[in-house]
C-alpha cells in the first residue's frame, strides 16, 4: 500500500503542505506579502535577498563591522542591527525620508537623486568598509565604484545578480570568487538570486554560529553518527 501511486502521491501532497509553511509563515514570506516590506516570521526587517543568502549572513557575528549600502530599505534597519554602523544611500526622496524616520543612531541615510553624487557616494564617505551591499539604482556603475573601498576579507553582496551579471563577470575577471544564493526571496513570485563576491576568503572561525536553518531538525548527530 505505501508503494501504491495514490498514496506516495497523498504522501508529496502532505509534504508540499509542511514545506509551504515553513516558507509562507516561519520565514516570513507571507507575512512579506500581506506588508509589502521584505520581514521574517516574527515581523523583524530583513534584507529584500533569496533566503538561503539571508539564513547565511545570519550566521556570523557583524558586530564590529562597517557595512555601506548602495539601496536603503528594511536591509538597512537589517545591518545596523548587526553591524557596528551602516552608511545607506537613496535616490528617491519619499523613501529616503521614510527609513531615516525609522534609523537607529548607527544608521546614516544619505539622499543622492542624481547618478554621479549615487555612484561616487562610497567615494565622498573617506572611509573603507566590510560589507558593500548592491542592491539599489545604477548597479554596474556602483559595483565598478565600490571595489576600491573594500577592506581586506570583506564582502560584496550583489541581489538580483542573474540580471546585473555583466558587473559581477568582471569582478570574477579581477580575482573575486562569487558565492551565489539562489531561491525565493521576501515579496517576490519568483526565484532570483544574491551573491556574494570576495577577494579573499574571510576568517570564519571568528564570530561564526553554525547554521540552524528555518523549518529544520532541532536534534545534533552525535559522533558517531
Not at 509562507?24 to 520581514?39: A, E, F, I
Not at 536591509?75 to 537613496?90: G, H, K, P, T
Not at 570568487?177 to 531561491?183: A, E, K, L, V
Request: with cysteine; charged share 25%.
Amino acid at each position: 500500500m505505501k508503494n501504491s501511486l495514490p498514496f506516495r502521491m497523498l504522501l508529496a501532497i502532505k509534504r508540499s503542505f509542511i514545506v509551504a509553511r515553513v516558507m509562507l509563515v516561519k520565514q516570513g514570506y507571507s507575512r512579506s506579502v500581506v506588508t509589502g516590506r521584505p520581514v521574517d516570521g516574527g515581523g523583524a526587517p530583513i534584507p529584500w535577498f533569496t533566503y538561503p543568502a539571508i539564513e547565511y549572513l545570519k550566521q556570523f557575528d557583524f558586530s564590529r563591522k562597517r557595512v555601506f549600502e548602495y539601496g536603503s530599505g528594511n536591509s538597512s534597519l537589517f545591518w545596523a542591527a548587526r553591524s557596528a554602523s551602516v552608511i545607506a544611500v537613496e535616490s528617491s526622496e519619499t523613501w529616503h525620508r521614510h527609513i531615516s524616520s525609522m534609523a537607529p543612531s548607527n544608521l546614516e541615510v544619505q539622499l543622492h537623486p542624481d547618478r554621479e553624487g549615487y555612484v561616487n557616494s562610497i567615494a565622498a564617505a573617506n572611509d573603507s568598509f566590510d560589507i558593500i551591499v548592491v542592491d539599489g539604482k545604477w548597479r554596474n556603475a556602483c559595483l565598478r565604484a565600490c571595489e576600491s573601498f573594500l577592506r581586506d576579507g570583506g564582502i560584496i553582496i550583489v541581489d538580483n545578480s542573474d540580471r546585473h551579471y555583466r558587473a559581477c563577470d568582471e569582478l570574477r575577471d579581477k580575482g573575486y570568487f562569487q558565492i551565489d544564493f539562489s531561491g525565493f526571496s521576501p515579496i517576490n513570485r519568483y526565484a532570483s538570486t544574491t551573491s556574494l563576491l570576495l577577494k579573499s576568503l574571510p576568517d570564519q572561525r571568528a564570530g561564526y554560529s553554525q547554521s540552524s536553518p528555518v523549518g529544520g531538525l532541532a536534534e545534533r548527530a552525535g559522533d558517531d553518527d
